[in-house]
């Protein structure tokens, strides 16, 4: 007979999975914090925790969950009776939802935390997974990303892991049961349910860890990656439009006056906000020797990134890499110029709300005068709230592909009614 489905999640903790939020990132109404494949991952722990090794599994430290978005596997979780979980989040923005989701549900403080490891290490820990019996993890789309998360557990976590890795069916593909095939001698999937399903691996192979890679995608330009990063070590197309309208390509004649001076004053201060792999900002720091250039990422991977791109150019005394939830740490007009690459969705959904954020925090950072150089996806049409929110935009380049923008910051901006306040007053 096929294995029969686990029973339903009890009501309370479907109650709980009900109330939570995804603040502080983009919220919507078809923007879940909760879904299928976090209830279909917790049906399967309910069973684990039900059956005769059950009562180690919930020790504390026995379960690591990783990636958790927004706090839907952990705080499940702890409401089925796992007791001190250890938890690695890439994203500040989990960390900032999953600690708000908490304290909402009256459980703050009832998980282990592990910041990211440094650059060039893995990003997740030793300290996270040693000895873990059971690893929970929200499938990410990238395979490079899988794949520094499944060799971080085959290297560290207990002999007889482990791993369930919930995503929903839409988003998976074959070549995920590849990846943990590689780290893991037993892979199989879960029936499918709540349009979801799991891939649950076991028996960690001995293998080397694969993390970072580089390439050079442009002379003079060595690019180190992390899975998690965008783009990887290669190029995008839209930061080589932004690049070109720069003047930081290589084989143009360099950087030079935009609109009657330099693009970056004499000792003046950039930030790449969004850095991922740092590409914007080295390039910066490379063609303004007296530039002081800030770069800031929601994802620890990027910032890793940036930190080791940065140090092969020879400018990582120049370039500052931090994590960030979209400039909140960053002062009030603090930069003279701004330059980013935004992303044009949310997860895995299309959506500007994150880029909406970011106009708003360059209005914010910029100095009166300052300039954001953006480039996105010219079938956005982003010109018009640029002005609204920045200040006077006009447009540099545009393609069937990529346009890019140079917005000038109002003397008001960082007060204006588009500009943007501390996330943490959003919160209600």
């Not at 796992?82 to 708000?100: H, K």
């Not at 199989?188 to 028996?203: D, E, I, N, P, Q």
């Not at 917005?407 to 209600?428: F, I, L, M, W």
Request: net charge neutral.
């Amino acid at each position: 007979m096929p294995p029969s489905d686990p029973p339903p999640l009890p009501d309370t903790l479907t109650d709980a999975l009900a109330r939570l939020r995804r603040w502080p990132d983009v919220e919507g109404p078809d923007l879940l914090a909760a879904d299928g494949a976090d209830r279909l991952v917790l049906e399967e722990l309910a069973a684990l925790l039900s059956g005769p090794d059950g009562a180690a599994l919930a020790a504390p430290g026995a379960v690591t969950v990783l990636d958790d978005p927004y706090g839907a596997l952990t705080l499940g979780a702890l409401s089925l009776g796992v007791r001190a979980p250890r938890v690695w989040q890439d994203s500040v923005v989990a960390e900032r939802a999953l600690d708000a989701n908490a304290e909402r549900l009256g459980v703050a403080g009832a998980y282990d935390r592990h910041a990211a490891g440094p650059p060039g290490e893995s990003l997740v820990p030793g300290t996270a997974l040693d000895g873990a019996r059971l690893v929970l993890v929200r499938l990410p789309r990238s395979l490079a990303a899988l794949t520094d998360l499944a060799e971080a557990v085959a290297r560290h976590a207990a002999r007889d892991v482990v791993v369930l890795a919930g995503g929903m069916v839409k988003h998976m593909t074959p070549t995920m049961n590849e990846v943990l095939g590689r780290c893991f001698t037993d892979v199989r999937a879960t029936r499918g349910r709540h349009k979801a399903r799991a891939l649950v691996a076991s028996g960690p192979r001995d293998i080397e860890r694969t993390s970072p890679v580089s390439e050079q995608p442009l002379d003079g330009l060595v690019v180190w990656a992390y899975g998690a990063a965008f783009a990887g070590p290669r190029l995008d197309r839209g930061t080589r439009a932004l690049l070109e309208a720069l003047g930081l390509l290589p084989g143009l004649p360099g950087p030079g006056p935009a609109h009657g001076s330099p693009v970056v004053p004499e000792g003046g201060s950039v930030l790449d906000l969004g850095c991922g792999t740092g590409v914007l900002a080295v390039r910066v720091a490379q063609a303004y020797p007296t530039a002081r250039v800030v770069a800031t990422d929601v994802s620890a991977a990027a910032v890793a990134s940036t930190t080791l791109t940065a140090a092969a150019a020879g400018v990582g005394d120049r370039v500052e890499a931090l994590r960030d939830d979209t400039g909140r740490a960053l002062p009030d007009a603090a930069f003279d110029v701004v330059v980013c690459n935004p992303p044009f969705h949310v997860g895995a959904a299309l959506h500007t709300g994150t880029a909406s954020r970011m106009f708003r925090t360059a209005a914010r950072v910029l100095r009166p005068g300052g300039a954001l150089w953006t480039v996105y996806n010219s079938h956005l049409q982003h010109r018009a709230e640029l002005a609204r929110v920045v200040g006077a935009t006009t447009q540099v380049t545009r393609d069937r592909t990529f346009t890019v923008t140079r917005s000038v910051a109002r003397p008001d901006a960082t007060h204006g009614p588009g500009a943007a306040r501390p996330r943490d007053e959003e919160q209600s």
